[in-house]
Protein backbone atom coordinates (compact mmCIF):
# COMPACT_ATOMS: atom_id res chain seq x y z
CA UNK A 1 0.00 0.00 0.00
CA UNK A 2 1.10 3.43 -0.85
CA UNK A 3 0.67 6.41 1.42
CA UNK A 4 1.04 9.72 -0.21
CA UNK A 5 1.90 12.81 1.86
CA UNK A 6 1.42 15.67 -0.10
CA UNK A 7 4.08 18.36 -0.07
CA UNK A 8 2.30 21.79 -1.34
CA UNK A 9 4.81 24.10 0.93
CA UNK A 10 3.39 24.39 4.27
CA UNK A 11 4.66 22.62 7.31
CA UNK A 12 3.49 19.81 9.55
CA UNK A 13 4.24 17.15 7.81
CA UNK A 14 7.08 15.36 9.78
CA UNK A 15 4.95 14.68 12.55
CA UNK A 16 2.14 13.16 9.97
CA UNK A 17 4.70 10.82 8.70
CA UNK A 18 6.24 9.39 11.82
CA UNK A 19 2.74 8.77 12.89
CA UNK A 20 2.37 6.65 9.46
CA UNK A 21 5.08 4.97 9.32
CA UNK A 22 4.63 4.15 12.99
CA UNK A 23 2.21 1.07 11.72
CA UNK A 24 4.88 0.10 8.95
CA UNK A 25 2.85 2.16 5.95
CA UNK A 26 4.99 2.79 2.96
CA UNK A 27 5.31 6.89 3.09
CA UNK A 28 6.25 8.64 0.17
CA UNK A 29 6.12 13.04 0.52
CA UNK A 30 5.44 14.26 -3.02
CA UNK A 31 5.13 17.42 -4.67
CA UNK A 32 4.39 15.25 -7.84
CA UNK A 33 1.24 15.04 -9.49
CA UNK A 34 2.04 11.42 -10.76
CA UNK A 35 2.46 10.38 -7.26
CA UNK A 36 -0.47 11.68 -6.57
CA UNK A 37 -2.65 9.97 -9.13
CA UNK A 38 -0.95 6.20 -7.81
CA UNK A 39 -1.63 7.16 -4.32
CA UNK A 40 -3.58 4.32 -2.54
CA UNK A 41 -3.89 6.64 0.45
CA UNK A 42 -3.94 10.18 0.06
CA UNK A 43 -2.96 12.70 3.29
CA UNK A 44 -3.00 16.20 2.90
CA UNK A 45 -1.81 17.95 5.69
CA UNK A 46 -0.88 21.44 6.37
CA UNK A 47 -0.65 24.53 8.68
CA UNK A 48 -0.98 28.15 8.30
CA UNK A 49 -3.22 30.49 5.75
CA UNK A 50 -5.89 28.80 3.06
CA UNK A 51 -4.41 31.26 0.24
CA UNK A 52 -0.84 29.90 1.04
CA UNK A 53 -2.19 26.32 0.89
CA UNK A 54 -4.42 26.66 -2.00
CA UNK A 55 -1.40 28.76 -4.08
CA UNK A 56 0.94 25.94 -3.01
CA UNK A 57 -1.33 23.47 -4.60
CA UNK A 58 -1.71 25.63 -7.92
CA UNK A 59 2.02 26.30 -8.67
CA UNK A 60 2.78 22.60 -7.96
CA UNK A 61 -0.13 21.39 -10.59
CA UNK A 62 -2.04 19.65 -7.79
CA UNK A 63 -5.31 20.83 -7.29
CA UNK A 64 -6.76 18.86 -10.65
CA UNK A 65 -4.83 15.47 -9.50
CA UNK A 66 -5.83 15.70 -5.77
CA UNK A 67 -9.67 16.25 -7.13
CA UNK A 68 -9.17 13.69 -9.76
CA UNK A 69 -7.80 11.31 -6.80
CA UNK A 70 -10.88 12.07 -4.69
CA UNK A 71 -13.37 10.86 -7.26
CA UNK A 72 -11.78 7.40 -7.70
CA UNK A 73 -13.03 6.30 -4.13
CA UNK A 74 -9.39 5.48 -2.54
CA UNK A 75 -9.47 7.35 1.49
CA UNK A 76 -8.77 11.17 0.81
CA UNK A 77 -7.66 13.06 4.43
CA UNK A 78 -6.98 16.91 4.81
CA UNK A 79 -5.41 17.41 8.65
CA UNK A 80 -6.05 21.26 10.04
CA UNK A 81 -5.55 23.32 7.06
CA UNK A 82 -5.58 20.09 4.84
CA UNK A 83 -9.42 19.79 5.82
CA UNK A 84 -9.96 23.09 5.59
CA UNK A 85 -9.16 23.26 1.42
CA UNK A 86 -11.15 20.56 0.99
CA UNK A 87 -13.99 22.82 1.29
CA UNK A 88 -15.23 25.05 -1.45
CA UNK A 89 -14.42 28.63 -0.50
CA UNK A 90 -12.58 30.37 2.93
CA UNK A 91 -12.85 33.62 4.00
CA UNK A 92 -9.72 34.35 5.61
CA UNK A 93 -7.70 37.36 4.40
CA UNK A 94 -10.19 38.04 1.43
CA UNK A 95 -12.54 35.20 -0.52
CA UNK A 96 -10.41 32.41 -1.62
CA UNK A 97 -11.44 29.14 -3.67
CA UNK A 98 -10.92 25.60 -1.91
CA UNK A 99 -11.16 22.49 -3.45
CA UNK A 100 -14.95 22.44 -3.54
CA UNK A 101 -14.80 18.41 -2.55
CA UNK A 102 -16.81 19.35 0.27
CA UNK A 103 -19.62 21.98 0.29
CA UNK A 104 -19.28 24.84 2.25
CA UNK A 105 -16.87 27.48 3.59
CA UNK A 106 -14.03 28.22 6.34
CA UNK A 107 -14.92 31.30 8.47
CA UNK A 108 -13.42 32.80 11.45
CA UNK A 109 -14.04 31.77 15.20
CA UNK A 110 -15.56 34.47 16.87
CA UNK A 111 -13.37 35.45 19.95
CA UNK A 112 -15.56 36.78 23.07
CA UNK A 113 -14.62 36.39 27.11
CA UNK A 114 -12.27 33.96 27.77
CA UNK A 115 -12.56 32.37 23.95
CA UNK A 116 -8.82 33.09 22.72
CA UNK A 117 -8.31 33.17 18.94
CA UNK A 118 -6.53 31.40 17.71
CA UNK A 119 -7.95 27.84 19.63
CA UNK A 120 -5.48 25.66 21.06
CA UNK A 121 -5.47 22.53 23.01
CA UNK A 122 -7.17 19.77 23.85
CA UNK A 123 -11.11 19.41 23.45
CA UNK A 124 -13.36 16.69 23.39
CA UNK A 125 -14.73 15.82 19.93
CA UNK A 126 -18.71 13.90 20.08
CA UNK A 127 -20.71 12.49 17.13
CA UNK A 128 -23.05 15.00 15.28
CA UNK A 129 -25.61 12.51 14.21
CA UNK A 130 -27.42 9.21 16.25
CA UNK A 131 -25.48 6.95 13.46
CA UNK A 132 -22.49 7.86 15.49
CA UNK A 133 -19.49 7.10 13.75
CA UNK A 134 -19.82 3.37 12.38
CA UNK A 135 -17.50 3.13 8.95
CA UNK A 136 -15.88 5.71 9.04
CA UNK A 137 -12.40 6.49 10.80
CA UNK A 138 -13.60 7.64 14.14
CA UNK A 139 -15.72 4.11 14.44
CA UNK A 140 -13.11 3.24 16.97
CA UNK A 141 -13.00 6.48 19.09
CA UNK A 142 -15.12 6.61 22.03
CA UNK A 143 -17.62 9.67 22.19
CA UNK A 144 -16.09 12.37 23.99
CA UNK A 145 -12.12 11.75 23.59
CA UNK A 146 -9.97 14.68 23.75
CA UNK A 147 -7.82 15.86 20.55
CA UNK A 148 -5.50 18.70 19.95
CA UNK A 149 -6.80 21.44 18.12
CA UNK A 150 -5.03 24.72 16.83
CA UNK A 151 -6.68 26.63 14.35
CA UNK A 152 -8.36 29.98 14.23
CA UNK A 153 -10.80 29.45 10.99
CA UNK A 154 -13.04 26.79 11.02
CA UNK A 155 -15.34 24.77 8.49
CA UNK A 156 -19.18 25.14 8.44
CA UNK A 157 -19.93 22.40 5.68
CA UNK A 158 -23.42 23.06 3.59
CA UNK A 159 -24.80 20.02 4.82
CA UNK A 160 -24.91 18.94 7.90
CA UNK A 161 -24.93 15.50 7.18
CA UNK A 162 -21.42 16.09 5.96
CA UNK A 163 -20.27 17.21 9.70
CA UNK A 164 -19.15 13.71 11.62
CA UNK A 165 -17.87 15.69 14.45
CA UNK A 166 -18.35 18.50 16.51
CA UNK A 167 -16.42 19.99 19.12
CA UNK A 168 -17.92 22.93 21.72
CA UNK A 169 -15.05 25.78 22.09
CA UNK A 170 -16.98 28.89 24.21
CA UNK A 171 -19.95 29.18 21.89
CA UNK A 172 -18.19 28.35 18.64
CA UNK A 173 -19.78 25.20 17.41
CA UNK A 174 -16.75 23.54 15.70
CA UNK A 175 -16.50 20.95 12.86
CA UNK A 176 -14.28 18.60 14.39
CA UNK A 177 -14.16 15.94 11.76
CA UNK A 178 -16.28 16.51 8.39
CA UNK A 179 -17.02 13.52 5.98
CA UNK A 180 -17.90 12.63 2.38
CA UNK A 181 -18.64 9.39 1.28
CA UNK A 182 -14.21 8.78 0.79
CA UNK A 183 -13.21 12.18 1.52
CA UNK A 184 -12.23 12.81 5.53
CA UNK A 185 -11.54 15.75 7.47
CA UNK A 186 -9.99 16.72 10.49
CA UNK A 187 -9.68 20.02 12.14
CA UNK A 188 -7.49 18.80 14.96
CA UNK A 189 -4.45 16.70 14.69
CA UNK A 190 -4.61 12.78 15.11
CA UNK A 191 -0.65 12.51 14.53
CA UNK A 192 -0.17 15.04 17.80
CA UNK A 193 -3.58 13.59 19.95
CA UNK A 194 -1.70 10.13 21.51
CA UNK A 195 -3.03 7.16 21.50
CA UNK A 196 -6.44 7.59 20.37
CA UNK A 197 -5.13 10.04 17.48
CA UNK A 198 -2.84 6.51 16.14
CA UNK A 199 -5.88 4.73 16.58
CA UNK A 200 -7.43 7.28 13.50
CA UNK A 201 -4.11 6.61 11.49
CA UNK A 202 -4.18 3.13 12.14
CA UNK A 203 -7.48 2.53 10.92
CA UNK A 204 -6.69 4.86 7.62
CA UNK A 205 -4.45 2.60 6.67
CA UNK A 206 -6.71 -0.67 7.24
CA UNK A 207 -9.59 1.20 5.11
Request: aromatic share 6%; with cysteine.
Amino acid sequence: MKVIVVDYGIGNIHSVVKALRSFGADVTVSSSPDDVGRADRLVLPGVGAFADGMNGLAIRGLIEPVQRFASTGRPLVGICLGMQLLLSESEEFGSHQGLDLIPGRVVQIAAGPGIKVPHTGWNRIDPVAERGWSGSLLEEVKPGTMFYFVHSFTAVPTHDTNRLADTMYGTNRIAAAIRHDNITGFQFHPEKSGPDGLTIVRRLLAA
